[in-house]
């Protein structure tokens, strides 16, 4: 094997790859690698989602999927994402996702997504996020659609 050869072959097993994961794994594996990667996307979602214990349910009973995002062998991401139902059709939202190295895996994790949603039939893939995520996503055609604002201090 050449040194090219080798070269691409290490690139290869390190290109991210996206896992659909069956929720009866997903039980098997919540605790010791999923957990930490929901409540990292949580707490930086200050109190504006379920908790942690409402999403595992939710992908328990098939509401919701998890969606490893891997590097070589290496967990690096997970998402949660569901169908929502919209005014014009329905599309595959992106509830929660954490991890780390997203310059990395973002442009193959939405090429996957709108894979996905052709799949399910979706007319588009939708998300919620922190205002950062705005900038972020415009580079890959996402367009804010509604503004949620809150007032705080209340209790």
């Known amino acids: 094997m050449s040194k090219s050869e080798a070269m691409t072959t290490e690139q290869d097993f390190y290109a991210p790859n996206i896992r659909l994961i069956h929720p009866e794994i997903v039980a098997g594996r919540w605790q010791d690698d999923y957990a930490e990667f929901v409540q990292q996307a949580l707490d930086k979602a200050s109190g504006t989602f379920e908790d942690i214990e409402a999403l595992y349910d939710m992908v328990q009973m098939d509401q919701a999927w998890v ?51 052709k799949g399910l039939n979706c007319i588009g893939v939708t998300c919620t996020g922190r205002m950062g995520w705005q900038r972020v996503l415009k580079k890959h055609g996402f367009i804010p659609q509604y503004v949620n604002m809150r007032l705080g201090g209340l209790g």
Do not use: N
């Not at 891997?70 to 996702?97: F, K, N, R």
């Open 67 to 117: 969606l490893e995002i891997c590097t070589g062998q290496d967990l690096v991401a997970l998402a949660i994402v569901e169908l929502s139902d919209c005014p014009d059709g329905q599309v595959l939202h992106v509830h929660t996702l954490g991890g780390e190295g997203m310059d990395f895996w973002l442009e193959i994790f939405i090429e996957y997504l709108q894979e996905m949603a």
